[in-house]
């Protein structure tokens, strides 16, 4: 069978198949490397945030842990110390009371407790720094006013008991009996005397502080006020422990009664122990005794409960005495600044009272007196005297222990056997001093000074 010819023009259809493309194929969802630079680095960045977290909770951790260590150890050594709150954002101090720390009144070991016992002195006996782990730096002292000046109002409340060396102390306001004899203490150290120191704020105490007010610079209150306690200053231990010794047991020769006995003795001394000591520490006996009620007999040997009248202020020699004569005050002065004030007996009869400027005539320690029957004439003719006599020396001689002559013939300023009734009652002429302070005012006065007498 003859072949088929293919007819011309025509080609048979083939089916070309579509060329197959090697190409790897991507994976649906995988990020480019573009983003993967961008995820490491964020990671990275939060890896060291998280470090340096973990570094400062450590670093705070240990810090806090470092303060609470510290502050138990101040606790631990100094209880009233400034608290702070760590939590808090504000410290919180603890309130600590103004109230100084009590003292009783010293009491010999052989004595009894004083029935009923007398309240204590409110004082600080030393101001004290209380220890911290880190030293305060040491503060500056104030610098001194250039003109007399009210001291700082009394703050309202402290936050620490915490006294500084440099700083002044105000001692509290008197309460007790104790506490005014505290006062009255200091007041004598200063010789601002109110005469005797027998814990009773009378007419002569506030006498002295009205005049300490005055020539400082201070609001007169006559009181034992705010500034005059600062001006003052503290009282420190207002009392000490003496043991009475043979000397003083020696200057205790009670004096006769009449004058031609007295005239016949050799020495007019003390009645007895208490009288000795009293005067000795410019007190009262009654006063001395409250202090020291387990004591009955005064002996060589014997201690007691006393003031501390040390360290008082400096006698200075004085150019003026002025006599206040209502006041019954005695003052005295160097440059025109007072430097002493005591209170003094006038004659109970005006018209025997001197006035105007006079002038110390003469000075005398431990003088004799003339008895003259002319003075005393009831007495002169009682014992038949008719003839002046001299009577020996001694603290219960008429004129005590001192005799300071004025150019008014027969006045001067002296001594006295009863000092409790110093600036109370009226004398003869002539202005009396307690002996303690007419003792006083002859080391601080030179023959020639002037007398002032305002009436």
């Known amino acids: 069978m003859p072949a088929r010819k293919k007819a011309p023009g025509r080609k048979r259809a083939t089916k070309r198949r579509a060329p197959v493309r090697r190409t790897r194929s991507k994976r649906q969802g995988s990020p480019s490397p573009g983003v993967l630079v961008v995820l490491l680095l964020i990671s990275l960045a939060c ?15 240990s810090e806090t842990s ?39 009144p010293l009491i010999p070991p052989h ?16 101001p004290m720094v209380r220890s911290t782990t880190q030293a305060p730096p040491a ?9 007399p000046a009210a ?35 200091r007041l004598e150290r200063h010789h601002f005397s109110m005469g005797t120191i027998d814990g009773d704020y009378g007419m002569r105490s506030r006498r002295a502080v009205t005049q300490f007010q005055k020539h400082h610079g201070l ?44 005239s016949k003795a050799s020495y007019l001394g003390y009645h007895d122990g208490w009288e000795m000591l009293a005067e ?25 409960t006393a003031p501390q009248l040390e360290p008082a202020m400096p006698l200075p020699k004085i150019d003026l005495i002025r006599i206040i004569l209502p006041e019954t005050t005695l003052l005295t002065y160097k440059n025109g600044k007072v430097m002493s004030c005591f209170p003094c007996s006038i004659a109970q009869d005006k018209n025997k009272r001197p006035a105007g400027r006079l002038e110390v005539k003469n000075r ?49 300023i002296h001594g006295t056997t009863e000092p409790t009734e110093i600036s109370r009652t009226g004398s003869s002429g002539c202005f009396r001093l307690a002996n303690w302070n007419a003792t006083k005012l002859i080391h601080m006065v030179t023959v020639g000074v002037p007398v002032e007498i305002i009436e």
């Open 364 to 412: 005398a320690p431990n003088p004799n007196y003339t008895f003259s029957p002319a003075l005393f004439a009831e007495a002169a003719e009682a014992e038949g005297i008719e003839q002046r006599l001299i009577i020996p020396p001694g603290p219960n001689n008429p004129v005590g222990s001192a005799w300071i002559g004025l150019t008014l013939p027969g006045y001067g």
């Open 111 to 126: 004595q009894t407790a004083p029935q009923p016992a007398p309240e204590p002195i409110e004082v600080d006996l030393k």
């Open 280 to 304: 000795k520490f410019s007190s009262t006996e009654s006063f001395l005794q409250k202090l020291n009620p387990g004591i009955t007999e005064i002996s060589a040997g014997t201690t007691i």
């Open 139 to 147: 503060p500056r002292p104030p610098a001194p006013p250039s003109k």
């Open 219 to 262: 609001p007169v209150t006559g009181e034992l006020d705010y500034e005059t306690r600062y001006k003052l200053g503290m009282p420190g231990n207002p009392f000490q422990l003496y043991t009475v010794t043979d000397d003083d047991i020696r200057k205790i020769q009670p004096p006769p009664v009449t004058w031609l006995e007295k």
């Open 66 to 104: 470092e303060m609470e260590r510290k502050l138990e150890e101040m606790k631990r050594i100094s209880p009233d110390a400034e608290v702070f709150n760590l939590g808090d954002p504000e410290p919180k101090k603890k309130v600590v009371p103004t109230d100084v720390v009590k003292a009783k």
């Open 47 to 61: 890896l060291a945030v998280s470090v340096y977290m973990l570094i400062e909770e450590k670093r705070k951790g």
């Open 151 to 185: 001291p700082p109002t009394p703050p309202e409340s402290r936050t620490s008991d915490v006294v500084r060396r440099a700083e002044r102390v105000v001692g509290p306001a008197p309460a007790t009996q104790l506490d005014i004899a505290a006062w009255q203490i």
